[in-house]
């Protein structure tokens, strides 16, 4: 009789083959959520009133961190501050995060999944939900701009590598992208 403490399963919880085929490498997204959220109109009802047009501060942060063993958590922060000549109209703040399960997949393959296309895959709903939020708050709904992850990530990179005196290509980056 088998040990049923040592079946080994895959991402989906299909248990693992015999012949060592669950030793490739397997990326999935196992849940999306909103983590934090928070609205703010801070000079309504004024600012609806408000003559001039507002100029838009967008932020994006991402961050990973390992959950349990080969679940990890993506968060996308995203900050947006739409402030008019005469005061903010707006402040929004959006935590989005996503879980990944990894197995099997190289440390530098890993962390550019982590910090370049599960951003990629998290962003529209993101997108959406600011453009609602928005909307909600009375103004016209925010359409962010695609955000090009894989060429921030790069750009990441390659800022970390000059300022380490060039640690060696494809190193990855540690904290925050």
């Known amino acids: 009789m088998a040990d049923e ?11 693992g083959a015999a012949n060592g ?10 849940s999306q959520y909103i983590k934090d959220l928070s609205v703010e109109n801070p000079n309504a009802p004024k600012s609806y009133q408000f003559k001039s047009q507002p100029q838009l501060d967008v932020q994006l942060n991402i961050n990973a961190q390992g959950i349990e063993g080969e679940v990890h958590e993506v968060t996308l922060k995203i900050t947006v501050t739409a402030k008019a000549d005469e ?3 707006y402040i929004v703040d959006l935590d ?3 879980l990944i399960g990894m197995r099997n997949v190289p440390d530098d393959q890993a962390h550019a999944f982590l910090y370049a296309e599960a951003p990629r895959i998290l962003f529209p709903f ?5 453009a609602d939020a928005v909307r909600d708050l009375g103004f016209a709904p925010l359409l962010l701009d695609p955000v090009d992850f894989q060429g921030l990530y790069v750009q990441q990179l390659n800022q970390r590598q000059a300022e380490q005196g060039g640690m060696g290509a494809g190193t990855p980056p540690t904290g925050n992208a």
Do not use: E, K
């Not at 403490?5 to 248990?15: E, R």
């Not at 085929?21 to 196992?30: C, E, R, T």
């Open 21 to 30: 085929a669950d030793n490739q490498p397997a990326i999935g997204l196992i």
């Open 5 to 15: 403490g040592n079946i080994l399963t895959d991402l989906d919880g299909n248990q």
């Open 96 to 98: 989005y995060c996503g």
């Open 126 to 130: 993101a997108r959406r939900i600011i």
């Open 87 to 89: 005061g903010t109209s």
